[in-house]
């Protein structure tokens, strides 16, 4: 994160969405996250529209368009994405393509295994058509917030303000996968992201090369994470079949008071000055 703002959270709010932005040399910031939206995106609407606009036909700018927004603002899962779109799965291969070699967009593994397949135990009508699923990313954050908010028409700033926390949930998870491997060390890094299966998303699951498997979520939210998230999350890793050593919380706005007198070993409480240590 590179902003001048000594308060944490106001550094998140605005790597959450003027990442990437294309005229970043112009930007003149000041603390109030929403007048940097309407001085710098809202007015300047017509001149960002041209770094999101691509060398092609109309009807296939279109496809990347809808393709774009529903990577945006739905679960980000590959099939799911073109299927709701009605993209026939030849056409969306090659969109894809596009997008990956443009840089735009990235992919996330899934880490979901297999359905096993017996003889003796046929699989369940139910998840006989279930496929596994890698999800999207966008590259830089204010893409996202483009094709969020913004590629269809100037948005309104209140409606912006109404849903800016739910936007930049998906931001402080991607920080809070960071905080963990900045914490365990990257050269102790197997691998790390999210999970999610066809029962369960878990914000962030890290396996480390000595063998330590670490299970996190992330909130932010204006209330303070109770004991209720951290069984829910322990739930999701039970039945998910997880066998996790560590389970770390990330949180906006502070812990409840029982969270913190438990004083587990095997539970991390990171609040939000804990990313200072991300801050450059």
Same mark, same amino acid.
């Given at each position: 994160?590179?902003?001048?703002?000594?308060?944490?959270?106001?550094?998140?709010?605005?790597?959450?969405?003027?990442?990437?932005?294309?005229? *970043?040399?112009?930007?003149?910031?000041?603390?109030?996250?929403?007048?940097?939206?309407?001085?710098?995106?809202?007015?300047?609407?017509?001149?960002?529209?041209?770094?999101?606009?691509?060398?092609?036909?109309?009807?296939?700018?279109?496809? *990347?368009?809808?393709?774009?927004?529903?990577?945006?603002?739905?679960?980000?899962?590959?099939?799911?994405?073109?299927?709701?779109?009605?993209?026939?799965?030849?056409?969306?291969?090659?969109?894809?393509?596009?997008?990956?070699?443009?840089?735009?967009?990235?992919?996330?593994?899934?880490?979901?295994?297999?359905?096993?397949?017996?003889?003796?135990?046929?699989?369940?009508?139910?998840?006989?058509?279930?496929?596994?699923?890698?999800?999207?990313?966008?590259?830089?954050?204010? =893409?996202?917030?483009?094709?969020?908010?913004?590629?269809?028409?100037?948005?309104?700033?209140?409606?912006?303000?109404?849903?800016?926390?739910?936007?930049?949930?998906?931001?402080?998870?991607?920080?809070?996968?960071?905080?963990?491997?900045?914490?365990?060390?990257?050269?102790?890094?197997?691998?790390?992201?999210?999970?999610?299966?066809?029962?369960?998303?878990?914000? *962030?699951? =890290?396996?480390?090369?000595?063998?330590?498997?670490?299970?996190?979520?992330?909130?932010?939210?204006? =209330?303070?994470?109770? %004991?209720?998230?951290?069984?829910?999350?322990?739930? %999701?890793?039970?039945?998910?079949? *997880?066998?996790?050593?560590?389970?770390?919380?990330?949180?906006?706005?502070?812990?409840?008071?029982?969270?913190?007198?438990?004083?587990?070993?095997?539970?991390?409480?990171?609040?939000?000055?804990?990313?200072?240590?991300?801050?450059?």
């Amino acid at each position: 994160m590179q902003f001048p703002y000594l308060d944490i959270q106001e550094a998140i709010e605005f790597y959450a969405i003027f990442d990437g932005y294309p005229l *970043l040399h112009t930007l003149q910031f000041n603390t109030d996250i929403f007048e940097c939206i309407q001085r710098y995106i809202i007015e300047k609407h017509e001149a960002l529209q041209k770094y999101f606009l691509f060398d092609t036909d109309a009807d296939f700018q279109a496809d *990347l368009t809808a393709i774009l927004s529903r990577i945006a603002k739905g679960d980000r899962k590959i099939y799911s994405t073109f299927q709701k779109e009605k993209i026939s799965q030849i056409r969306s291969k090659h969109l894809f393509q596009v997008l990956f070699s443009l840089g735009i967009i990235q992919k996330e593994k899934t880490r979901e295994k297999p359905l096993r397949r017996l003889k003796s135990h046929p699989i369940k009508k139910a998840l006989r058509h279930y496929v596994i699923q890698d999800k999207l990313y966008f590259q830089n954050n204010f =893409t996202r917030f483009w094709f969020t908010y913004c590629y269809q028409k100037v948005p309104e700033l209140l409606h912006v303000q109404n849903s800016l926390d739910k936007f930049t949930s998906f931001c402080f998870e991607y920080l809070s996968n960071a905080l963990i491997i900045h914490q365990v060390g990257v050269e102790n890094i197997e691998d790390y992201g999210s999970y999610w299966d066809k029962n369960n998303e878990i914000d *962030l699951l =890290t396996h480390t090369k000595d063998g330590i498997v670490i299970a996190g979520e992330s909130k932010w939210k204006n =209330t303070k994470i109770c %004991k209720n998230i951290l069984n829910a999350l322990e739930q %999701k890793c039970f039945r998910a079949g *997880l066998h996790v050593n560590k389970f770390a919380l990330f949180s906006k706005s502070g812990f409840s008071k029982e969270l913190m007198e438990q004083k587990r070993e095997d539970v991390w409480l990171f609040d939000i000055t804990a990313f200072k240590e991300l801050y450059d």
